[in-house]
């Protein structure tokens, strides 16, 4: 036994006060007593296991549906090291408050104590971490998104060497809920809350937070991004990662098929959500997924958008807030079949479609092996990661923002990364649909300054003999109706294509005031009208100057702990734009 692991458990235990304390070793008979502790306390429900084998739904309480940012501290001894962007609190004053809320909190309830490996067996960038936790549904969640158990017990044999994830449910009421990070003590405290991101902690707390962190020190980058390799018909595989903000389409990315006309093309998934990205000693930047399942949006997902997801979903599952039809089987908007004349919906009460309202939460989700992706990729558990030759940044912009650019060089990528900006969704509590910025897809993830964050990004470049070329993407612009001006999903292979050439040095490209933008893209087989393609490139230079105002003064919350390289960067874009006049072709460089 190890001697850490059972001082510090014994310590929690103390004072959380469990009825009972369960080792988990991660078997399959395990997960079947668990899973009937669940049913049998009604936490989780069965569905039908004919049509739907192995698979579960929970509903949670409505005001538990989703991330708390407001609720999520960086818990640093000095407050500049948790930088702008994130809440801060005093270690001490955390640890106190939380341990109010924990005192007694586990009485005739059982402490899971969950070891868990990040990262794939045997590979030098996997972390080691240790969940302890009250929920039932947490331990089963956290079996299919990391390599959990006996596996992780014995990878961290006798060492201290792990993060230290305590996670309680409390009364899951709000005024109790905190998810605080202490990145110095290697340490993550959550209460009040069973959703995926705040309760997870292999997850965003210990795979983002505390591993950006680490990533820091130690010479490493934790991205919130997919990886697949895209096979092009003569057999290349070339590997993208792309960084979203929450519920932007990493998942869908990462498991894209192909449109017809795309005959030979292929997407291998490598991860959808998280990217442990490490300089290789030949001087490209290789990447890991360090999770093991997928936490992913059920609505949107569909046989049209998704089927790879589709099929995937179909067993040893675990839904959370959609709706549950009379045959035991799930449905959700935009699931792409018609709903079910009735049903019991994601807060539990009857619902039939003419009531008009949510069937499933909008942030309702699935919980699933990476095993059972029909993608998945032979390389998603080589433990050296894959070869990333391109970085993709991106968000969910009506305008703005063309459908692909290319920038000129890792800085001017860091840059774009940096100013990223995107609607808010329904991952996170709170308004959605508004614009905020939110650097490489990180604003809630990233777990110290976010100056030095990119003064890392800089410095990581800079060390790269062969760095990923970095792209600019947004599937997500408007016509003047409100409608999607690009199809999406499997058709965003086309600029992937593109992006995979432009990578290898192969596509040709065209001077932009942003950057290069493709002299050709492969619209083979699609119905695009040019004036959509026109209005996906369009470039408003007055909507430009006014994002170069909102730019600066976000980068200027960062005072001077923000590289001068960003500021550079900012000012040749600035120069670019002010010589450019308003209404003229922006796709021609004016320097040209
Ligand atoms: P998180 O798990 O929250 O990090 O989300 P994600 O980035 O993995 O996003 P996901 O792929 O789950 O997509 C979120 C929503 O956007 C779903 O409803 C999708 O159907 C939708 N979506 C994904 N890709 C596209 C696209 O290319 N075009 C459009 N219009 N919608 C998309
Ligand atoms: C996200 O919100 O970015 C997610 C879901 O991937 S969660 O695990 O809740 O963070
Ligand atoms: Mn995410």
Redesign the pocket.
Known sequence: MNPFLSRWVEEIAQLTCPEKIHWCDGSEGEKSALLQQALASGGMEELSQTLLPGCYLRRTPEHDTARTEQLTFICTGKKEDAGPTNNWMAPREAYEKLSLIFDHSMAERTLYVIPFLMGPLGSPYSRIGVQLTDSIYVALNMRIMTRMGQVALEALGNSNNFTRCLHGKADLEMHHRFICHFPEDNTVWSVGSAYGGNALLGKKSLSLRIGSWMGQKEGWLAEHMMIAGIEDPEGNITYVAGA?P????????AMLVPPPSMKGWKVHTIG??IAWLHPGPDGRLWAINPEAGF???A???SQK?NPNAMAMIQKNTIYTNVLKTPEGTVWWE?VGTPPPEQGIDWRGRHWTPAQGEHAAHPNARFTVPAAQCPSISKEWQNPQGVPVSAILFGGRRAGLQPLVYETSGWNAGVYAGATMSSETTA?AMGQTGVVRRDPMAMLPFCGYHMGQYFSHWIRTGAQLQNPPKIFHVN??RKDSKGN?LWP??GE?LRVLQWIVERARGEAGARASVLGYIPEHLNLDGLRLSQNAFGELFNIDIQEWREELEYRKRFLETFGNVLPEEIWKEQALLQENISKTPIGADAYVHPAN
């Open positions: 979203f929450s519920q932007c389409g990493k998942t869908n990315l959808d959500d936490f992913g949006v609505p949107g997902t958008t935009g991952a599937w997500f999607f999406g999903f965003n």
